[in-house]
Nanobody, 115 residues
Framework: QVQVVESGGGLVQAGGSLRLSCAAS????????MGWYRQAPGKQRELVAD???????NYGGSVAGRFTISRDNAKKTVYLQMNNLKPEDTAVYYC?????????WGQGTQVTVSS
């Protein structure tokens, strides 16, 4: 089993920044993609950004240019640097870790952006 734990959420004013971290642990032997998704109240979960094991990145359309995803393979950790946050970025942010065609989810961390 793989455990996924997020940290770094919180309350910030519009225009501010936050950095999310996500660490994977447990029965890890070959993590493929690591990524961030978010879900706002009444909306479907959507991709924020993901990064492959060799560093290929993919961003959701509304965050490109403001958010940066990075990854430390040795630490089995993925980060999401969020700049110029907007009220519409308010959501629960979930980390996803892919290994052996299985996806493991974290419990989520709340990000709230006030106007």
């Amino acid at each position: 089993q793989v455990q996924v734990v997020e940290s770094g959420g919180g309350l910030v004013q519009a225009g501010g920044s936050l950095r999310l971290s996500c660490a994977a642990s447990g029965n890890i032997f070959s993590i493929r993609t690591m990524g961030w998704y978010r879900q706002a109240p009444g909306k479907q979960r959507e991709l924020v950004a993901d990064i492959s094991s060799v560093g290929t990145v993919n961003y959701g359309g509304s965050v490109a240019g403001r958010f940066t995803i990075s990854r430390d393979n040795a630490k089995k950790t993925v980060y999401l640097q969020m700049n110029n946050l907007k009220p519409e970025d308010t959501a629960v942010y979930y980390c996803a870790v892919d290994q052996s065609f299985q996806r493991y989810w974290g419990q989520g961390t709340q990000v709230t952006v006030s106007s």
